[in-house]
């Protein structure tokens, strides 16, 4: 399974295109994108890049373990759970900082 | 310490007012990514994993009280509370918002800081020597040279679009203690047949992929011609340097390449067309500038010889700071303090707010206002007169700054790694943090004595892995990280890279490999006199293979 992630622009957080359209911190309320639905990921991506807020725009893999989705890549897990030494939480979005498509 | 002329001044408000523009202009959406990136790059921010990172320039390392203290400003007021020192010796916050950099930018400006330069293919920060201006062993003080060549390579309007960045250091003293030859250009005092003073050109040293040795492209340049000869330099490298493939733009793949003598004939006939031009240094304005950098107001003092042993006995902690920390003077009654950013158990290089506060008031107390950032990490105090020295390290106590492991096996050179790196393929501090622990204990480190670990998280070498007389090289592997681990590189005049000895290790054995290396040194070792890194030159790479891995 894919999904889309990102930073947002003015917080650089890390964000993910959940299943509303909306960028969102929480990595399990993230839309999935199977293997047969990638013109519905391109679209996306391309609906994305017009509201210039998302920077970084990568497609990830990710596999659901227990109902829990967890990046393959350990560089996404880390994204996903901030630093693991000094451990730091993420940065967060503000107010002003959600963006939708 | 230099100040800002008035040209200084108004070019750095000039481009923090253009980058609040731009900044505001790219919130706005009036600007996208790709036309907003260079942009941010040239003040210095980058796109990490998690967030912003904004790399501050410490121009040649050198720092005044009130510069530290902006820096706790900005960390407590922007970021997270805390920075990072790094291997150029400048600071970098990991968590701004775009939104706050230029009122980050403005508060720089004010105490004559900036960003600038500190990302892309330009002429990156001029280090050199922590101890500049201080070490008994100087044949002259780098700073001013350093000051030239910063204001000579700021916006330079050649330079700003090289094949890749660019980095020059410069020592003023026979101990390398810049890693002159691992920089893009490597400068270092000598003297000439007549007795004076002017500098040796090394060329194409570099870390990253293909580390590389600089070689000697020139024995001997006067200050006069200095800037007229690295302009040549640059202007061979910004013609020829490959463009084709960003791993083999730097000027070390030219002169690998087209080898030594073919780039140095270029050099010499571009410095034949330049020289004597515009780029002539004439003493007056050396003297100007070195004026910027003369004596404080040294006291006359008896030359003190400090009973370390008798410390030692009284208080150990305060003993081993002595006996590890300091660096000679050259003024009699002074010696300069390493602060040592290697705590045990923590992320080398990163300073809390109220640390660099503490360091500021102890600076301007008892260092001349005056304090440097070293390639190491860690920060110099240069000019301590030693009846203070008891003083300083009380209250460098009191900051949790009195670790006294300068130069041990703890004192680790490390760089963000994938904690916080979007380059890295491998997380390095979590690595140093373990090291650190193993070998905490002072009476081991004494035992092991001078060691030097750097590592780095992925191949760009920013923890300078190849120059650790034990470095390790954190590598993605097959989805996981894996540490190959380096023997017998050497950053300073006895320049080397480290080898490979053989396959990586997952991270929770590189502890015990790199003890396995320390306990075959000190097996082996002809005296507790003889250092690591010497006794791996008499001995070759036998003993610590099969240290590493067995008689296979």
Redesign the interface.
């Given at each position: 399974m894919e999904i889309l992630t990102g930073?947002e622009?003015?917080?650089?957080?890390?964000v993910y295109l959940d299943r509303n359209g909306a960028w969102v911190e929480d990595l399990q309320q993230v839309r999935l994108f199977s293997a047969n639905e990638t013109a519905a990921r391109d679209e996306a991506i391309a609906r994305t890049k017009a509201t210039?807020?998302i920077?970084?725009l990568e497609i990830e893999n990710v596999t659901v373990r227990d109902g829990k989705i967890v990046p393959?890549?350990?560089?996404e897990r880390?994204?996903a759970t901030?630093?693991?030494?000094?451990v730091?939480d993420?940065?967060h979005l503000t107010e002003d900082d959600h963006v939708s498509i | 310490m230099y100040r800002y002329d008035e040209f200084d001044a108004a070019f750095v408000n000039a481009r923090a007012a253009q980058f609040r523009d731009q900044v505001n202009r790219r919130i706005a959406g009036e600007i996208n990514e790709d036309q907003f990136r260079p942009l941010r790059l040239m003040n210095g921010l980058y796109l990490q994993l998690h967030a912003y990172m904004f790399r501050i320039a410490v121009p040649y390392g050198t720092l005044r009280s009130k510069q530290l203290r902006k820096l706790a400003y900005i960390a407590r007021t922007y970021d997270r509370g805390y920075g990072h020192f790094t291997t150029r010796t400048n600071i970098q916050f990991n968590w701004p918002k775009l939104s706050d950099i230029p009122d980050m930018i403005d508060h720089l400006a004010e105490v004559e800081m900036h960003a600038i330069q500190t990302s892309g293919n330009c002429i990156r920060n001029t280090t050199t020597d922590q101890f500049a201006g201080a070490a008994a062993d100087e044949i002259i003080d780098p700073r001013p040279v350093a000051e030239i060549i910063r204001q000579w390579s700021s916006l330079h309007p050649e330079f700003s679009f090289l094949p890749r960045k660019f980095k020059i250091a410069l020592t003023g003293a026979p101990s390398d203690r810049a890693a002159i030859k691992f920089h893009d250009i490597g400068l270092r005092a000598a003297r000439n047949g007549a007795g004076e003073i002017g500098w040796e050109v090394w060329v194409g040293g570099g870390l990253g992929r293909t580390p590389m040795i600089a070689k000697l492209i020139n024995a001997y340049v006067s200050n006069t011609d200095l800037l007229a000869y690295l302009e040549s330099i640059l202007r061979v490298y910004n013609r020829y340097g490959r463009r084709d493939n960003k791993y083999k733009a730097r000027i070390k793949i030219l002169v690998h390449e087209e080898g030594l003598e073919t780039i140095k004939g270029q050099v010499e006939a571009e410095f034949a067309e330049i020289r004597g031009g515009v780029l002539t240094l004439p003493q007056v304005e050396l003297d100007r500038i070195s004026a910027y950098f003369a004596d404080p107001a040294f006291a006359t003092l008896p030359a003190t010889k400090i009973d370390i042993a008798r410390e030692k006995i009284l208080d150990p902690a305060y003993g081993r700071w002595l006996e590890n920390n300091l660096n000679a003077h050259r003024v009699p009654g002074y010696a300069s303090v390493t602060i040592s950013l290697k705590p045990i158990g923590k992320p080398p290089g990163d300073a809390t707010a109220a640390q660099m506060d503490a360091v500021a008031d102890i600076a301007e107390k008892y260092s001349f206002d005056e304090l440097r950032v070293t390639h190491e990490q860690n920060l110099v105090l240069p000019h301590v007169a030693i009846t203070d020295l008891r003083t300083v390290y009380d209250a460098l106590v009191e900051a949790k700054l009195e670790a006294g492991n300068v130069g041990e096996i703890t004192d680790i050179i490390c760089c963000p790694g994938m904690d916080f790196c979007s380059l890295a393929t491998a997380r390095s501090i979590p690595i140093a943090e373990e090291l650190s622990r193993k070998f905490s204990s002072p009476q081991r480190q004494k035992e092991i004595g001078d060691l030097k670990i750097k590592i780095s998280g992925c191949i760009n070498a920013c923890g300078h892995h190849h120059v650790g007389h034990i470095g390790i090289l954190g590598v993605e592997k097959k989805g996981g990280e894996l540490y190959q681990i380096t023997v017998g590189g050497d950053a300073t005049e006895n320049a080397a890279v480290g080898k490979i000895l053989g396959p990586g290790f997952e991270a929770e054995d590189v502890p015990n490999a790199v003890e396995r290396l320390v306990d075959a040194y000190i097996a082996r070792r002809e005296s507790v006199d003889e250092p690591f890194i010497a006794a791996f030159r008499r001995l070759g790479d036998k003993p610590f293979k099969e240290a590493l891995y067995g008689n296979e």
């Open positions: 930073n622009l003015v917080s650089g957080a890390t210039l807020r920077l970084s393959d890549r350990l560089r880390i994204r901030g630093s693991t030494t000094p730091f993420r940065q | -």
